[in-house]
């Protein structure tokens, strides 16, 4: 391969292009000669290309800058001497007439003025959680009338996503959350003589707290990106609008058999979590603090009131609600590009897990309140 | 006679044990606007896979020049593909990358250029196309027509030997696809490039096409070969004859190509 190689002759007033104007070579810039046709170019100029091997588009690049600063300068650009297939690519490069408008451009912007937009947004953003959550609403009362119509068949396909394909890794979960609660607490209460209370900081631990949260957050990371994910992808293919120009409500028809699905299941999924974790308590105990096992079940018994299963019930049908709401309503107002279907899947997964956590913070406080 | 740049032998294309065509032949010469046409799901765009190396035939052989598609290793093969270019049927460009981006990762990923060169090219790929002024312009955020010339101009960001057109004017409208035409033309004329396009829209074809087969889905093999315009004249398959003259019986069917 020859280099490639431009001279500038100001006597002449052309510029002669050799070598191998091609990919793996070292090719001169623009910018390199620019200085010296500054200097000492006028009226016109002319292009050799005699010697010019071979070429690609880094050539014509090349020559379109020079024919660019050319009509800048208001020098006559002689192309006669180039090779006529690179001739026509420069004329179709000027074929099309070059945008006015041009490019988007970002203003920048001040501290106020971004604090006022990030505010706008937030506002925004509340309208339409509030919208979104009115129409849900709108639509289970038209359930509950009757009115909202939605496949079966969907929601029995829904039902067994939720329900029975998520016990594997709701188990796994649960076992090793119990194990872990059974760990940290024996540590401490072995200090006292007191590893009987194991199984009472398992057994409520669990009930009241780490079976409908862990749960929550294994069906937000699972159902709430799937049906995220599901939406968007309906979105991006219009089906959502074809469903609409039907008249059919993709809230009843996508939304609803979802919500309905994941407030029956978790709920089911959490009393599952609650006796895997008591179990994973049990082998802890069992097998370290030398407590038999009717020992750690009496105990686990006595600490155990039906309220507590109550309390945890409530706050896991409450998570079920804000998963799949979290989960919907992120995929039907996901954008038309497939990035942005993984945006909406993100955002679900992201506000599904804060709203759970706000939710069983009040919750919490709620039930000291009314002493359940 | 013309090179040939690639070569299909006895070529059978079948998902699983369902058979799409079978025993193809033909020559891909260099520098020609060849045409593949058919009617629907009579395994066009799968041929264009085959052609390009994302999916090895069931029997039979490609052959880019002097060597064969599916016998070299992996390396060489993404060797060659990466000496094609493809316009996919909706621009399939990367939505989370503008258009000047799209153009520019082939060129990141292929050659050691600095990034104000990639830059360079990216706006002149872009100017190719008529689309300069959306450099910083996502992909939703253009029209169908445009996504598709962006698709051309990423296409040819390396300069490839070969460009391959799946269904380049599916979707637009005639003018448009008038102008995608006569961009494929003129792209041809000043880059001496062999272009392959799977179509079956007739204005088009009869305008670009230099030479084309036809492959039929009754048959499953293909049965005619020739410049598209000497097709509609001389040939005398009635499977071919219907499908070039929309399905009026030649004699009174007025083309209007």
Same mark, same amino acid.
């Not at chain 1, 007033?13 to 200097?39: E, Q």
């Not at chain 1, 041009?102 to 339409?128: C, D, R, V, Y």
């Not at chain 1, 401490?188 to 631990?205: D, H, M, P, S, T």
């Not at chain 1, 992120?330 to 945006?343: E, F, K, L, T």
């Given at each position: ?13 052309? *510029?002669?292009?050799? /070598?191998?104007?091609?990919? =793996?070579? &070292? !090719?001169?810039?623009? #910018?390199?000669?620019?200085?010296? %046709? @500054? ?119 829904? *039902?067994?996503?939720? /329900?029975?394909?998520?016990? =594997?890794? &709701? !188990?796994?979960?649960? #076992?090793?959350?119990?194990?872990? %609660? @059974? ?123 039906? /309220?507590?299963?109550?309390? =945890? ?60 | ?257």
């Amino acid at each position: 391969m020859k280099s490639c190689t431009v001279e500038f002759l100001a006597n002449n007033n052309s *510029i002669i292009v050799a /070598g191998d104007w091609v990919m =793996g070579n &070292v !090719t001169p810039r623009f #910018v390199d000669i620019k200085s010296s %046709l @500054a200097s000492s170019l006028s009226g016109e100029l002319q292009i050799q290309t005699s010697s010019l091997e071979s070429w690609d588009s880094r050539f014509v690049l090349f020559v379109y800058e020079l024919q660019t600063y050319c009509q800048e300068n208001d020098i006559n650009f002689n192309l006669s001497g180039l090779p006529s297939s690179a001739q026509g690519l420069l004329k179709q490069v000027s074929a099309f007439p070059v945008r006015e408008s041009g490019n988007k451009q970002l203003p920048a912007k001040s501290f106020m003025a971004g604090i006022g937009e990030k505010t706008q947004h937030m506002l925004q953003q509340s309208a339409l959680v509030l919208n979104f959550v009115g129409e849900v609403c709108f639509s289970l009362s038209r359930l509950v009338r009757g009115k909202a119509s939605f496949r079966k068949q969907d929601l029995w396909l829904m *039902i067994q996503d939720c /329900g029975p394909n998520a016990l =594997g890794i &709701v !188990t796994l979960i649960s #076992v090793l959350v119990g194990l872990i %609660l @059974a760990f940290v607490g024996a540590m401490q209460l072995k200090i006292f003589g007191a590893q009987i209370y194991v199984a009472n900081l398992v057994g409520l631990g669990m009930v009241r707290e780490m079976g409908a949260m862990m749960t929550a957050i294994i069906m937000a990371g699972r159902t709430g990106a799937a049906y995220a994910s599901q939406l968007g992808s309906m979105q991006v293919n219009e089906e959502i609008d074809a469903l609409k120009t039907l008249g059919i409500s993709p809230i009843d028809f996508l939304v609803l058999p979802r919500l309905i699905a994941l407030v029956i299941m978790l709920p089911l999924l959490c009393i599952y979590a609650d006796f895997l974790g008591i179990l994973g308590g049990l082998l802890v105990s069992v097998t370290l603090l030398d407590i038999s096992l009717m020992e750690y079940v009496v105990q686990t018994k006595s600490a155990l009131q039906l /309220g507590d299963f109550a309390t =945890g019930l409530i706050k896991s049908s409450v998570f079920g609600v804000l998963v799949a709401i979290s989960g919907c309503m992120s995929g039907m107002q996901s954008g038309r590009s497939s990035s942005s279907v993984g945006d909406a899947a993100t955002s679900a997964v992201v506000a599904g897990i804060v709203s759970i956590v706000i939710a069983d913070a009040s919750l919490t406080v709620i039930y000291q309140i009314i002493g359940l | 006679m013309k090179p040939v740049q690639i070569e299909v032998k006895n070529l059978t294309m079948a998902y699983d044990d369902f058979i799409i065509q079978q025993n193809l032949n033909f020559k891909i010469h260099q520098g020609d606007i060849f045409i593949v046409m058919g009617g629907n799901g009579c395994g066009k765009s799968t041929l264009l896979r085959h052609l390009l190396g994302l999916k090895s035939p069931m029997a039979g052989e490609v052959w880019y020049q002097q060597t064969n598609l599916w016998q070299m290793n992996e390396r060489d093969r993404h060797k060659i593909m990466r000496r094609n270019g493809v316009m996919y049927q909706s621009g399939a460009l990367w939505s989370s990358l503008t258009l000047a981006e799209n153009i520019a990762l082939p060129l990141q990923e292929y050659t050691d250029l600095s990034h104000d060169e990639i830059k360079g090219l990216a706006y002149l790929k872009l100017a190719l196309v008529g689309l300069v002024g959306f450099e910083e312009y996502y992909p939703s955020e253009i029209s169908g027509g445009m996504q598709k010339r962006a698709g051309l101009a990423r296409a040819l960001a390396l300069d490839p030997d070969i460009l391959f057109f799946d269904e380049p004017s599916a979707g637009l409208d005639p003018v448009s696809a008038k102008l995608l035409d006569d961009l494929i033309l003129s792209i041809q004329a000043s880059l001496g490039t062999t272009i392959v396009v799977v179509t079956h829209d007739l204005p088009s074809l009869f305008a670009i096409g230099t030479d084309a087969i036809f492959l039929d889905s009754s048959s499953k093999t293909l049965i005619a070969q020739g410049a598209p315009n000497d097709l509609l004249k001389e040939c005398n398959n009635p499977i071919l004859q219907q499908f070039l003259n929309r399905g009026e019986s030649p004699k009174n069917g007025m083309m209007s190509a």
